[in-house]
C-alpha cells in the first residue's frame, strides 16, 4: 500500500531538509545557551521604523498593493541604487517587490529556468540557493570554492564547470557563511566569463551595506551587466527587518515581468504593512544603518582576534555578519564539532556543511551578538579546542 | 577619536585591550588616548546609571525652573556657579524661552527639596524667581531604558 509519504512528489523529496533545520532542534532542547547561530541582525528594527508601520496601520494601509509592490516604494528604492551604485531601473516596470529576498530568488529561478537547465552555484552558500534551483526543475552545479582563495570564487573554476546547459550564474556576496567579498576586479572578470557564454547573472546583494573593506560592488553596475543581472536585496540584514520578510528584484523589463507573473498567482503582493515601513527606511534609515555596520566591525575584528588567539585557522571576513574558522585542526567534522561544543560548552553555532559540502570542515559563528556575549563565547570555544589541539 | 569615546560613553568597563581589537589600533596608542582625555577631560567621569526606584532606596528629583537678572561681565555665569556648588544640585543648564536656568535637584524626600528651594536657591541675589516641578517616574536615563521589555525573541540558529 502507498503511504502519504510515498505520494510526496519525488523533486521535493530528492530535495535535502537544511542541516541549519536540523542542528535547530538540538539547540532547542538545550538550556542557557551562547548562541552564536543565528543569522540576523541582534538589533531589532529602529523604532522610526516600526512607528511609521503602527502609524501606517492607523493611516488605514491594510489592503492589497500593485503586484510590484507600491509605486512610492519601488521609486526609492530605484532612488537609492541609482545613488550608492549609479545603476538605474524604470521602476513601473524593472521593480518588483517581494516577500524577502527568498521569495525573489525562488521567482528568479522559476522565471528563467527549463527543465535541465544547469545553474552555477558557488559554494558554500546560503541554503536556499540549490534547494530553488532544484525547485524550479534546474540543475544546480556547485563551484566549490576555497579559503586559500578568500572564499572567492574564480572564472578558472567557472570554466571548468561550465557546459552548453548552463543558463545562469548564481553568486551571493558579501557571503553567508563566509563572509566573503569579491572586489570590482575579481567581478569583472566574472562578468567576462558571464557575457562569453552567455548566462544570466543571480546577483544576491543582501549583504551588500555590511562591507567592511573599501566599498561593496554591485554587480549589475559593471558595464553591460544590467540587463543581464537579476539584482535581489532586501531590508532584512541593512535595516534589522527580518521578520518583515520584505525584499527586492531588478531586472530589465522581460525579466521582472515573467516574475511577477509568478508573484501575482503565487503570492499576489508583499505585505503592505512591511511595505509602508520600507519606504521610510530607505528614506530616513541611513543614519542608525551606519550606526550599525559600525558596530558589527568592531565585533568582527574581535573575533578574528579571538579566533586567531584560539589558534584556529581562520579567514578574515570583509562582509556580512559571519565568521568562519576552520575546526579540521581539531579532527572533528563540522556536525561533531557543533554538537560537542554544545554539549561541553553551550555554544551554538552552525556546521558549515549545513552550507554544503564545501563548507565541511568549517563552522559558521555569527556575531550579530553583543560584545558580552561574543567574549563569553570564545572564551568557551577556546576552553573546548584546547582538549582537541 | 570619535569612535574611542563612544564606545567608552556606552560602556566604560571595556578593557583597553578589548577596544584596541575592536578599533583595530594598538594597545599603547588606545592607552594614551584614554589618558589623554581624562587628563584634559574630555572624559569628565566614569559613572553608574543606577535604577534607584529597583535598589528601593527613596529619592524626590526637583526640575526647578529659575529666572534671574544677568549681571554686568559675568552674565548668567556667576549666579550658576552660585547654584551648581551646592551638592544636592545634580545638572544645571542655562536655557533659551521662558526661563534662564533649569535645575535638577535630588533630595531624600519632598520636604528637603522644598527646603532647598525657598531656603537656598530662591534666596540668592539675582534670582527673581522659580517653578518647581517634582518626578513622577523614570523612563530612560542617559539614552538607557531603565525597564526595557523588549527581549531577544530570535530563534537561537536560524539561516
Known amino acids: ?389 | 577619536m570619535r569612535e574611542l569615546l563612544e564606545l567608552l560613553e556606552k560602556d566604560h568597563t571595556l578593557t583597553v585591550a578589548q577596544l584596541a581589537v575592536m578599533l583595530d589600533k594598538p594597545q599603547e596608542e588606545i592607552a594614551a588616548l584614554i589618558k589623554q582625555y581624562e587628563t584634559d577631560k574630555t572624559i569628565v567621569k566614569y559613572q553608574t546609571i543606577v535604577n534607584w526606584e529597583k535598589a528601593g532606596a527613596d529619592r524626590v528629583t526637583a526640575i526647578i525652573e529659575v529666572r534671574i537678572t544677568p549681571q554686568r561681565e559675568v552674565g548668567f555665569d556667576a549666579i550658576a556657579e552660585r547654584i551648581y556648588r551646592f551638592p544636592e544640585v545634580r545638572s544645571l543648564y542655562l536655557m533659551s524661552g521662558a526661563y534662564d536656568l533649569l535645575v535638577i535637584v535630588e533630595a531624600k524626600t519632598l520636604k528637603d527639596a522644598a527646603q532647598f528651594v525657598s531656603t537656598k536657591l530662591s534666596t540668592i541675589e539675582g534670582v527673581i524667581g522659580t517653578t518647581t516641578h517634582f518626578m513622577l517616574k523614570q523612563y530612560k536615563e542617559a539614552g538607557v531604558i531603565l525597564e526595557d521589555e523588549e527581549e531577544d525573541r530570535r530563534l537561537v540558529v536560524s539561516p
Open chain 1, 1 to 389: 500500500m502507498t503511504t502519504w509519504a510515498d505520494r510526496v512528489s519525488p523533486t521535493v523529496k530528492a530535495i535535502p531538509p537544511s542541516g541549519i533545520r536540523r542542528f535547530f532542534d538540538i539547540v532547542a532542547e538545550t538550556k542557557g545557551v551562547v548562541s552564536l547561530g543565528v543569522g540576523e541582525p541582534d538589533f531589532v528594527t529602529p523604532w522610526h521604523i516600526r512607528e511609521s508601520c503602527v502609524y501606517g496601520l492607523q493611516q488605514g494601509y491594510t489592503a492589497y498593493t500593485s503586484n510590484y509592490g507600491l509605486l512610492e516604494l519601488r521609486e526609492e528604492i530605484v532612488k537609492n541604487c541609482v545613488a550608492s551604485y549609479g545603476v538605474t531601473y524604470d521602476p513601473r516596470k524593472e521593480a518588483l517587490v517581494t516577500v524577502g529576498v527568498s521569495e525573489a530568488l525562488d521567482l528568479a529561478m522559476r522565471a528563467i529556468l527549463s527543465p535541465g537547465d544547469e545553474v552555477l552555484v558557488p559554494e558554500p552558500c546560503y541554503v536556499s540557493y540549490k534547494a530553488c534551483v532544484a525547485l524550479a526543475g534546474g540543475v544546480p552545479v556547485t563551484v566549490p570554492t576555497k579559503m586559500a582563495d578568500c572564499f572567492r570564487v574564480t572564472v578558472a573554476q567557472l570554466e571548468e564547470l561550465v557546459t552548453p546547459r548552463t543558463k545562469a550564474l548564481l553568486i551571493g556576496y558579501p557571503n553567508n557563511p563566509t563572509g566573503a567579498i569579491m572586489s570590482k576586479a575579481e567581478l569583472e572578470a566574472i562578468a567576462a566569463f558571464a557575457l562569453k557564454h552567455d548566462l544570466i547573472v543571480i546577483s544576491d546583494e543582501i549583504y551588500a551595506s555590511l562591507t567592511y573593506d573599501g566599498t561593496h560592488t554591485c554587480f549589475a553596475a559593471l558595464p553591460g551587466m544590467r540587463d543581464r543581472t537579476i539584482l535581489l536585496n532586501g531590508f532584512s540584514k541593512a535595516y534589522a527587518m527580518t521578520g518583515w520578510r520584505i525584499g527586492y528584484a531588478l531586472s530589465n523589463a522581460d525579466f521582472i515581468g515573467a516574475m511577477t507573473k509568478i508573484h501575482q498567482y503565487t503570492m499576489l503582493c508583499a505585505p503592505i504593512t512591511a511595505q509602508v515601513a520600507a519606504i521610510e527606511a530607505l528614506r530616513h534609515g541611513q543614519c542608525n544603518m551606519l550606526r550599525m555596520v559600525e558596530e558589527y566591525n568592531r565585533r568582527r575584528r574581535l573575533m578574528v582576534d579571538g579566533f586567531k588567539t584560539i589558534g584556529l585557522d581562520c579567514f578574515e571576513p570583509k562582509g556580512a555578519f559571519y565568521i568562519f574558522p576552520s575546526i579540521k585542526q581539531t579532527g572533528l567534522s563540522s556536525l561533531a564539532f557543533a554538537e560537542e561544543l554544545l554539549k561541553a560548552e553551550k555554544v551554538a553555532l552552525v556546521p558549515g556543511d549545513a552550507f554544503g559540502e564545501s563548507g565541511e570542515g568549517f563552522v559558521r559563528c555569527s556575531y550579530a551578538s553583543s560584545t558580552a556575549n561574543l567574549t563569553e563565547a570564545l572564551t568557551r570555544i577556546n576552553r573546548f579546542v584546547k582538549k582537541y589541539i
